[in-house]
């Protein structure tokens, strides 16, 4: 039930402003949208896109939902709900995908109180813990919660996950330098590792049959995210507490609208 202090009101006095932090090591993205202040994971429940900068619009019926940057999955920012749209172009929604958190303003300080804890402590030394993709957990955000977010950045332009693993099987399970994108330094360096590029376009294209595919950097087979490096948000703004930046790849379930 506690009240974290994660920005001061003026950074996020304007439209469509927004900022990545932390409270209580859990990754957030708090934003601003038709005046009212949403808070949510940082880090996308499907194939762990950051979210930072994804675009923000007004879906009838639905209110402000932001779009995953890798495979433009609408997400309610109120609700945490995915939406797509069925066979006959109905909007249907799937819940407890993206688990949003409250957010208030008091004394020009924004305020988050967290619904799903903070980071749990480790577990003794002589005890084995599960892997990430063997644990059931509430929301399928909370797989990423405590793990900084894969790089972001405005107007970010990825080339759909397609091309990425189609690129990374020619160049026999890895992927070459600019997979990612022009002026990226090639693969995240969460990504590096043999046969990474056949791991992850297994689990693509389980996607692709309607399963939810999982981060390989958030997993634990040896898969290291790497140290934060101080970027800015936006333009003009200093960094938050626990915030990072620059480049991603692109694709996974299908359409989600």
């Not at 859990?26 to 930072?52: E, K, N």
């Not at 994108?181 to 693509?204: D, W």
Request: hydrophobic letters at 30%; a neutral charge; aromatic letters at 6%.
């Amino acid at each position: 039930d506690e009240w974290h202090v994660v920005a001061k009101s003026d950074r996020l006095a304007s439209e469509n402003a927004r900022v990545q932090v932390t409270a209580d090591g859990r990754y957030l993205v708090v934003a601003r949208s038709g005046g009212r202040l949403y808070a949510f994971d940082a880090t996308c429940y499907h194939m762990g896109a950051p979210l930072l900068h994804g675009d923000i619009e007004d879906v009838d019926g639905h209110g402000a939902c932001i779009t995953c940057p890798w495979h433009h999955y609408q997400i309610s920012m109120s609700t945490g709900e995915r939406l797509y749209q069925d066979m006959s172009r109905k909007t249907c929604t799937l819940p407890k995908k993206q688990r949003v958190h409250e957010v208030m303003e008091a004394d020009g300080e924004v305020r988050v109180r967290l619904s799903g804890g903070g980071k749990p402590p480790s577990p003794p030394p002589d005890v084995i813990r599960p892997k990430p993709h063997e644990v059931d957990y509430e929301w399928e955000s909370d797989r990423y919660a405590f793990k900084p977010p894969p790089p972001s950045q405005a107007s970010q332009k990825a080339p759909r996950s397609g091309k990425v693993f189609n690129r990374a099987g020619a160049a026999g399970g890895r992927f070459p330098p600019g997979a990612f994108g022009r002026g990226s330094a090639g693969l995240h360096p969460g990504l590096v590792g043999a046969g990474v590029g056949r791991e992850v376009g297994r689990m693509v294209a389980d996607s692709m049959r309607g399963g939810d595919g999982k981060a390989p950097w958030a997993m634990s087979r040896g898969f290291a995210q790497p140290p934060p490096k101080a970027k800015p948000a936006l333009a003009g703004e200093a960094l938050a507490e626990g915030e990072e930046l620059p480049d991603a790849p692109g694709d996974g379930e299908g359409a989600a609208r």
